[in-house]
């Protein structure tokens, strides 16, 4: 696709994100722009709906990106002009992604749906040319139009700087996403070993070597924290000041358990990558089990996540990751003779012997060690 840049040899997109810390103008800019995208994106998603309606015709992408400037010399949407053009050509992609995906993956995509004003979550997306986006020291980062941010970078940005998404989140905090091309980095060094690894409930994972990784230790806490605040919520009446309050005292703590999370799993797959040559996994559509009782644990858990990272990881560290097929009975098939026990299929038996070859396994472990030796076989 002609909109997709062409990737440089060599190397990888990472992602940084940085707090910012706008002034009062800047977060008025912040808010116009993300208002503008928005109207842009409102705007041109109608002419596509009504276009198809009323005559059978399909805008193009080209055709609404050529219409950018058209609506910046009408005086009525003159005050497109006020913010980061790039940031309405963005606009305009999206709209076109969204259409994609709508029309790549049916039936799992739904057709793209009209922005929302009341939204607290709110982004726009800014194009890197001739270095209009800076990183100026550890405090501070130049931005299109917005100039000079203070900010809290927590690390030191590598590379070419593409682009920087603005985002404002539930509790009405700024922050910028700054996209880099770095190199790729230099293969870790072999270290002879494989291991499979157990996605799980309780935990987030248990491996065939029998180590354990856990949540954070104020994990469960701030969960409990989270189910009485959100009861409170439920009781405010709507609209009233007192339930905004709230409101944000809730997505404060949903922040916080998410940065929690985020940060026990950048933990393990670090760890996991570092330490084995060759990892293997089993195929879990989150999807699918989210219907089942364990819905909130295994959401928390976070499987998606961990997948994602051990799959750019390892390909960071030249590693080896499979992923073994869902429904190879991992649990319930003894590691050491192969006999498959119906009786574990129930979740809560956490250890069991194996009544063909007397062997005690623990429930995690064992289905670790079976995806590890699956996924060496499918690796041949
Ligand atoms: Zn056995």
């Keep these: 696709m002609k909109r997709k840049r062409n990737k440089a040899e060599n190397t990888i997109d990472k992602s940084y994100k940085c707090v910012l810390y706008p002034n009062k103008e800047q977060i008025s800019l912040i808010e116009k722009t993300f208002g503008c995208c928005r109207y842009v994106y409102n705007r041109f998603l109608d002419e596509r709906i009504s276009a198809y309606r009323d005559n059978g015709i399909t805008v193009s992408y080209s055709d609404q990106c050529r219409q950018l ?9 003159a005050w497109l002009k006020e913010v980061d053009s790039t940031a309405l050509q963005y606009s305009v992609r999206i709209l076109q992604d969204s259409f994609d995906n709508f029309f790549r993956h049916p039936g799992k995509t739904g057709y793209p749906k009209f922005k929302s004003k009341r939204s607290h979550r709110q982004s726009y997306h800014s194009t890197c040319t001739n270095g209009n986006i800076l990183v100026i020291d550890g405090k501070h980062i130049r931005l299109p139009k917005l100039g000079v941010v203070r900010c809290r970078i927590p690390m030191k940005v590598e590379g070419r700087i593409l682009g920087a998404a603005v985002t404002r989140d539930d ?8 996209h880099c091309e770095v190199p790729m980095p230099a293969p870790l060094p072999d270290t002879g070993r494989s291991v499979g690894v157990d996605l799980g409930i309780r935990t987030l994972a248990v491996t065939s070597d029998g180590k354990e990784y856990c949540n954070n230790r104020t994990y469960a806490k701030n969960l409990k924290k989270l189910a009485r605040a959100q009861k409170k919520l439920s009781r405010k009446t709507k609209g009233s000041h007192n339930r905004e309050k709230q409101r944000i005292k809730v997505a404060k703590i949903h922040q916080k358990i998410h940065d929690q999370r985020l940060d026990a799993v950048h933990k393990m797959t670090h760890e996991l990558v570092r330490e084995y040559d060759v990892i293997s996994i089993e195929d879990l559509d989150t999807r699918e089990m989210i219907k089942c009782r364990f819905a909130k644990d295994i ?20 590693r080896q ?4 097929d869902r429904w190879y009975p991992s649990s319930q098939t003894c590691s050491v ?9 129930d979740l809560s038996v956490r250890q069991w012997t194996c009544p063909e070859c007397g062997s005690l396994h623990d429930r995690d472990v064992n289905a670790a060690r079976n995806i590890l030796r699956e996924g060496l076989r499918k690796a041949g």
């Design 69 to 77: 400037p058209v609506l910046k010399a009408d005086p009525e949407t």
């Design 171 to 178: 509790t009405g905090k700024y922050a910028v996403v700054l």
């Design 299 to 318: 959401s928390d858990a976070s499987w998606r996540e961990i997948r994602r990272q051990l799959t750019y990881k390892s390909e960071w560290a030249g």
């Design 321 to 324: 990751l499979i992923v073994v």
């Design 337 to 345: 003779c192969g006999h498959v026990s119906e009786s574990v299929k």
